[in-house]
């Protein structure tokens, strides 16, 4: 009887197993708020390697590339991603996995930005975010009087706003695209005054602001509104650096503010590399871990009203 007992025992716990890896998640769900999806990128074109891992591209078109970054995120549970670049592709991306693809208006250049567009987007539904906009490419300071109508706009119409603060790739300044770069746009510190023109104003520091730590705690302490995503510091970075980083944050009690982004770009696998970026993180508890791959999201795009 007692070898009968034992047998049933087994099988139960070997059924339980299979239908987990078969139709259950094997991760507590994850919101991803820092992706990107391309037409056609020059990374394609020119074959270049993951940075970190030297792999090489594993997927070089639309189509590879969203079915490689869908995959990744089924991987690891990614409930909700929000993806930004160019609209036309993130509204594809959309209609192919209308659960999961939160979609953003990405920008550099504010000037080709059509206001009347965006409210039209936001209002019947389709856009929830505005960007990431990445002013330092152009070489432009977030207080720039001709961004005062976003921002107003955004405020208005309550809708998250995410800035690319900190830095960018290796030569960046050297590039066709953004020879006006520059690191001291890249200050936290510069958002100030918008932050106290518009107090309503939902705000996403994009990478945490990395690596200018002390004028991010000054933002996060003084504007409790301001978010902060940990997109490519989390993988990029060395463990090491990473870890600092996120730990000097962490101790001085933004860890509800901080939100998980992977910021793959043309290298899908750098999801996982992200998630493992805080999985490996010894000091953060599970509740912290949690807040930061899932609840902090939630809260700030309030995706609990949906």
């Known amino acids: 009887m007692r070898e009968q007992i034992l047998t049933l025992i087994l099988l139960a716990i070997t059924a339980s197993a299979t239908h987990a890896q078969n139709n259950e998640p094997s991760r507590p769900p994850i919101i991803d708020v820092h992706m990107h999806v391309y037409a056609k990128d020059e990374r394609w074109t020119h074959k270049v390697p993951n940075p970190v891992t030297g792999q090489p591209l594993s997927a070089n078109t639309e189509q590879t590339h969203?079915?490689?970054?869908?995959a990744e995120m089924k991987k690891y549970n990614i409930v909700k991603a929000v993806v930004s670049n160019e609209y036309e592709v993130s509204l594809r991306w959309k209609a192919a996995s209308p659960d999961r693809i939160l979609v953003s208006y990405s920008f550099n250049d504010p000037s080709s930005v059509n206001l009347a567009f965006l409210r039209k987007e936001i209002v019947a539904g389709r856009l929830m975010a505005l960007g990431e906009i990445g002013l330092q490419y152009a070489g432009i300071n977030p207080n720039d009087p001709k961004l005062e109508p976003l921002f107003a706009l955004a405020e208005e119409l309550d809708i998250p706003i995410a800035i690319h603060m900190g830095l960018g790739p290796p030569g960046?300044?050297?590039q066709s695209c953004c020879p006006n770069f520059r690191t001291t746009l890249g200050n936290p510190q510069l958002l100030e005054p918008l932050l106290v023109?518009?107090?309503k104003l939902r705000l996403n520091i994009m990478?945490?602001?990395y690596p200018y730590l002390q004028e991010m705690n000054a933002i996060l302490y003084m504007?409790?509104?301001?978010?902060?995503?940990l997109g490519?510091?989390?993988?990029?970075?060395s463990r090491e650096d990473f870890h600092e980083y996120l730990r000097a944050l962490v101790r001085a009690g933004y860890g509800k503010r901080l939100m998980f982004g992977s910021d793959q770009m043309v290298w899908p696998e750098a999801i996982g590399m992200a998630v493992e970026g805080i999985e490996s993180a010894a000091f953060l508890t599970e509740?912290?871990?949690?807040?930061?791959?899932?609840?902090?999201?939630?809260?700030?795009?309030r995706l609990d009203k949906q």
């Open 172 to 174: 960046t300044p050297y």
């Open 232 to 237: 490519v510091i989390d993988w990029i970075l």
């Open 223 to 229: 504007y409790p509104q301001v978010y902060a995503d």
């Open 207 to 209: 990478h945490a602001g």
């Open 197 to 199: 023109k518009h107090p």
């Open 287 to 301: 509740e912290q871990k949690r807040d930061i791959f899932h609840d902090n999201a939630v809260r700030f795009f």
């Open 66 to 70: 969203m079915q490689a970054t869908l």
